[in-house]
């Protein structure tokens, strides 16, 4: 495969404990002692310690990868922990890293765990990537994906890809040079709502280890030089049939950063590299849109500020747009209740002259059926920032969030 990570001292670059506890790979023919000591010196950045990043650096911890480096910077809360097995329930509050880095070096003391407790963004995403020999990207948002698949292509390392959502997940590796990059299969990311996230999709939570684990088989895969891996290839799983099928990708000779002629030659933010959304239009994910005055007629109200104005007596009609399922979670009393797919079909239940608010678990679907209602007539629509997850946080920490 002719990887340019470090060559390996055989046996004499691991310790007799070590010998004994990678008992069972040593004696697989493509691992031995050369592959184990390579395993050692072998450097993986796993970017987000959630769902995908927690199997993954389990088992590359498990394993005997010299160095996992983890870039995450929430807190556990117990949403997490269905998929999220690095973390126990004793955890909820603590930093993720803080957390995951005890997990890890309990499972091998032998693997050095570098935290890099920072978001994943333009200033710091090549230097990061840089620093390793293969990238795990398990993240969950389009922005960052980008961010990831352009840095692992002008940096030249590969990134191993995975994502889920509801009882689905898909894997590849993202090499340039010797196959595809992300951009080549998605040029651009989709409009903002089009595809919900876990947490507003839901996801089973066995999916992101399965899917972890196929990202820790791939990147070991890459460090051993071993086997064939999914360059070139996109692997999907449906969870609910439990079938698995592949699709062959194609490098596109007209990418914008792996292409003959790229036009990306370094990593911007997302919405850097956009064009501002008009106001009456739902904003793509990642785009820079310019702040409109907040009032009866302007595009947008804080939580805060709708408890202020709740508390003043005005005549506010609040519009939850979130799935029946989710108003059994939380609710704010007294609100219209309209599922997002439902509302072209339930305009009659709201007054042009009334003033909206509109809200969602954490703003995006709202910002949806703002951009939709403005669009048909209803000048007087807010979107509430942060949505009812925003409000339990600022506002009413009793609220269940999800």
């Known amino acids: 495969m002719g990887t340019p990570f470090p060559t390996s001292t055989g046996l004499a670059g691991l310790s007799p404990e070590e010998r004994s506890r990678y008992a069972?790979?040593?004696?697989?023919?493509?691992?031995?002692?050369?592959?184990?000591?390579?395993?050692?010196?072998?450097?993986?950045?796993?970017?987000?310690?959630?769902?995908?990043?927690?199997?993954?650096?389990?088992?590359?911890?498990?394993?005997?990868?010299?160095?996992?480096?983890?870039?995450?910077?929430?807190?556990?809360?117990?949403?997490?922990?269905?998929?999220?097995?690095?973390?126990?329930t004793?955890?909820?509050?603590?930093?993720?890293?803080?957390?995951?880095?005890?997990?890890?070096?309990?499972?091998?003391?032998?693997?050095?765990?570098?935290?890099?407790?920072e978001r994943l963004d333009a200033s710091n995403a090549r230097a990061l990537v840089r620093a390793y020999d293969v990238v795990a990207d398990g993240t969950d948002n389009f922005p960052t994906r980008y961010?990831?698949?352009?840095?692992?292509?002008?940096?030249?390392?590969?990134?191993v890809h995975a994502s889920v959502l509801r009882f689905e997940g898909q894997a590849s590796v993202f090499w340039a040079g010797r196959g595809p990059c992300y951009r080549c299969l998605h040029p651009a990311p989709p409009p903002a709502g089009a595809v919900p996230d876990c947490a507003e999709g839901g996801v089973l939570g066995v999916l992101p280890g399965l899917l972890g684990l196929i990202q820790a088989t791939e990147s070991i895969k890459i460090l051993l030089s071993a086997g064939e891996t999914l360059v070139g290839r996109l692997l999907m799983v449906?969870?609910?049939?439990?079938?698995?099928?592949?699709?062959?990708?194609?490098?596109?000779?007209g990418c914008a950063v792996c292409g003959e002629k790229?036009?990306?030659?370094?990593?911007?933010?997302t919405g850097d590299a956009c064009a501002p959304a008009a106001a009456t239009g739902p904003a793509r994910r990642g785009d820079i849109v310019q702040p409109m005055p907040v009032g009866p007629g302007g595009a947008e109200i804080t939580?805060?500020?709708?408890?202020?104005?709740?508390?003043r007596g005005e005549p506010i009609v609040l519009v939850d747009v979130r799935e029946p399922f989710e108003w059994q979670i939380s609710d704010l009393p007294d609100s219209v209740k309209i599922p997002l797919a439902s509302l072209p079909s339930s305009l009659e239940r709201l007054a042009r002259e009334d003033d909206l608010v509109v809200y969602c678990?954490?703003?995006?679907?709202s910002g949806q059926a703002v951009a939709f209602l403005r669009g048909r007539g209803y000048p007087r629509v807010r979107n509430l920032v942060g949505g009812i997850n925003g409000w339990a946080d600022a506002i009413d920490p009793s609220m269940a969030k999800y």
């Not at 950045?45 to 911890?61: D, E």
Request: charged share 25%; aromatic share 2%.
């Open 24 to 88: 069972r790979q040593l004696v697989l023919p493509q691992v031995g002692p050369e592959g184990q000591a390579r395993l050692k010196a072998g450097r993986v950045l796993v970017v987000g310690a959630g769902g995908l990043g927690s199997p993954a650096a389990m088992y590359l911890a498990a394993a005997g990868v010299g160095t996992i480096g983890l870039v995450d910077f929430d807190a556990v809360e117990l949403s997490n922990l269905p998929r999220q097995l690095l973390y126990e």
């Open 90 to 117: 004793a955890d909820a509050g603590r930093p993720k890293l803080e957390a995951a880095g005890e997990r890890l070096r309990a499972i091998n003391p032998h693997v050095t765990v570098l935290a890099h407790d």
């Open 147 to 159: 961010l990831v698949n352009d840095a692992c292509v002008l940096e030249k390392r590969p990134n």
């Open 238 to 253: 449906d969870a609910l049939s439990m079938r698995f099928r592949e699709i062959g990708l194609r490098r596109d000779p």
């Open 262 to 269: 790229p036009t990306i030659t370094d990593v911007v933010a």
């Open 303 to 311: 939580v805060q500020e709708l408890r202020d104005a709740r508390e």
């Open 361 to 365: 678990r954490t703003g995006g679907r």
